[in-house]
């Protein structure tokens, strides 16, 4: 996993306006969208309005790991509450709402300025908050008063009753349902930087094809009528035994790679010979037995102009001579073996959309597409 300036955040929900349930899991799905990963979801919640006199509401909690600061968290928090219509104004606290989103706790920050008060100074006195708390963190040691989430609801004054309505089922984050993403796509077409994006935004586990290790890489693509079977073989190799160390401590890991174990026979059957790819396909089959597949593969097409320009720029010596006739029969090749049937999601994006990923704007799109499957 990335681990580079991860933050761990905590975060309460509620809704008590229009259809609550479908206001806290858009919300969730764009938390998981625009700021990280969730690890957890307490249960749902119905408690009486805190303040003012209106219809019930759905509260929650969640736990979340996140490379972004604490005034971005909290920044796209309100963003996401003004794309569901929340406005917030001078009397909010007294106020229905589509979605309420407060950042709890982050890590164990203390910080009292205009914009943000960390830890919400509320808490201790809220079982609406305390009880999801310690669904999903009851050991949790509140920075500011130094007791745990168990030990202050234990303590709590607050007589206002929360009635569980829903087990923590009725959402269930994006990396619990789909733990193993591929991403395909032809020579330079930015497999590996995506992936990368993937691991650093939702704090997941990378496996990067190696293909620097494939000792006959360079010479096939100067001599490929004598190296192609020997390259071929060896990444093939080098794939599956990859994939099942991977996988042989848990199939349930979560998983982006730059790589599925088929583009062995897309490229195989570019080429080898006919006689050769049938042995080559014989042998494919024996040996992905019991393989761990993708749940989903992201599909990244590009324009052969586009791909050599990349492939130029990225600067590996034995790849400036690939010619765009290979970078097209690739192409197709790919598509021929997209075309059947496969047990896995298949997402394409197209070469604008690929393009656009350089962007956050892009990215997200992407995220998007993926996590309201």
Known sequence: MSGTNLHTAYISFGSNKGNRLNY????????????????????????????????????????LKTNYLSDIVLKKLLFIENSLGRVRGEN????????????????????????????????????????????ISPDFIHPKINVSIKKLLAKSEDNCE?????????????WDRYS?????????????????????????????????????????????????????NFFLTERINQINEHFLISKKRKTISDYWIGKSLVFAKNNLSKNLFKKYNEDFIKLNRGIRIPEIIIFLKQNTSQLQKQIIERGRSFEKEIS???????????????SDQHSFILIVLNPKEVLNLKNKTGQERLFRKIINL
């Open 24 to 63: 806290i899991i858009k919300s969730l799905k764009e938390i998981e969208i625009q700021i990280g990963r969730i690890e957890r979801v307490s249960s749902l919640y119905k408690t009486k309005s805190w303040g003012f006199d209106s219809w019930d509401f759905y509260n929650g909690c969640v736990v």
């Open 92 to 135: 909010e606290e007294y106020n229905s709402r589509e979605i309420d989103l407060d950042l709890l706790f982050f890590d164990e920050l203390i910080t009292n300025t205009k914009e943000l008060i960390i830890p919400h100074p509320q808490i201790h006195k809220r079982n609406f908050v305390l009880i999801p708390m310690c669904d």
């Open 162 to 174: 929360v009635k569980i309505i829903k087990n923590n089922k009725y959402y269930i984050p994006f």
């Open 180 to 232: 193993f993403i591929s991403i395909e796509g032809n020579i330079g077409v930015g497999k590996t930087t995506l992936s990368k994006i993937f691991e650093s935004h939702f704090d997941i586990e990378l496996l990067n094809e190696n293909y620097n290790k494939n000792p006959f890489l360079e010479e096939f693509y100067f001599n490929p009528k004598d190296f192609s079977l020997k390259v071929e």
């Open 324 to 338: 765009e006739d290979y970078l097209d029969s690739i192409s197709n090749g790919y598509d021929v073996i997209f």
